[in-house]
T-cell receptor
Framework: EPEVTQTPSHQVTQMGQEVILRCVPI?????FYWYRQILGQKVEFLVS????????KSEIFDDQFSVERPDGSNFTLKIRSTKLEDSAMYFC??????????????FGSGTRLTVV | TQLLEQSPQFLSIQEGENLTVYCNSS?????LQWYRQEPGEGPVLLVT?????EVKKLKRLTFQFGDARKDSSLHITAAQPGDTGLYLC?????????????FGKGTKLSVKP
């Protein structure tokens, strides 16, 4: 079963530092996403990415955040100047089609980010 | 605003019992998905429902999409301890982006042997 792989599984960083969360989507998938889940809260959409550019982003995804697909396989989320409230599980997902009804999403296991 | 409300929030039952969890909204969705999430893991897709009134079965799990595409239910027959987990519904808003999902807060199911 193809998987979405995320690294690291757990990242602890000091407030104000930059972090990069990494994801390797499923190889024939074309659409990539980042979601986050603050402890005890629901999963929230951050950003979707297609054809090397952002196709949609939520209000959460402000200038502090950026995404990149640097080498055709990795998909990264960069958080500049982390804040305490950025502590959450960050999930990467990928899909073959933009039409969720056709293929659905495959989620990675997540990166638990702890900002201290 | 809770676009997708799931109920109950917690459910603890004995092995062999049947259960139904609900996902309700005042908004119309073009599709709804059900996921199961284990602690420390990402959501795993169980099913996608697209057509109003649609019923899909996955072994002992039966999923239904409401006629108006505003709600969905998940029914588990003869629950087993292996069914324990967090069940999430998520949907793509009708007329909205098909590229992002709105999630409910989930139903935490515990099945005791």
């Amino acid at each position: 079963e193809p998987e979405v792989t995320q690294t690291p599984s757990h990242q602890v960083t000091q407030m104000g530092q930059e972090v990069i969360l990494r994801c390797v989507p499923i190889s024939n998938h074309l659409y990539f996403y980042w979601y986050r889940q603050i402890l005890g809260q629901k999963v929230e959409f951050l950003v979707s990415f297609y054809n090397n550019e952002i196709s949609e982003k939520s209000e959460i995804f402000d200038d502090q955040f950026s995404v990149e697909r640097p080498d055709g396989s990795n998909f990264t989320l960069k958080i500049r100047s982390t804040k305490l409230e950025d502590s959450a599980m960050y999930f990467c997902a990928s899909s073959h089609s933009r039409a969720i009804k056709d293929y659905g999403y495959t989620f990675g296991s997540g990166t638990r980010l702890t900002v201290v | 605003t809770q676009l997708l409300e799931q109920s109950p929030q917690f459910l603890s039952i004995q092995e062999g019992e049947n259960l139904t969890v609900y996902c309700n909204s005042s908004s119309v969705f073009s599709s709804l998905q059900w996921y199961r999430q284990e602690p420390g893991e990402g959501p795993v897709l169980l099913v996608t429902v697209v057509t109003g009134g649609e019923v899909k079965k996955l072994k002992r799990l039966t999923f239904q999409f409401g006629d108006a595409r505003k709600d969905s239910s998940l029914h588990i027959t003869a629950a087993q301890p292996g069914d324990t987990g967090l069940y999430l519904c998520a949907g793509a808003l009708y007329g909205g982006s098909q590229g992002n999902l709105i999630f409910g807060k989930g139903t935490k199911l515990s099945v005791k042997p």
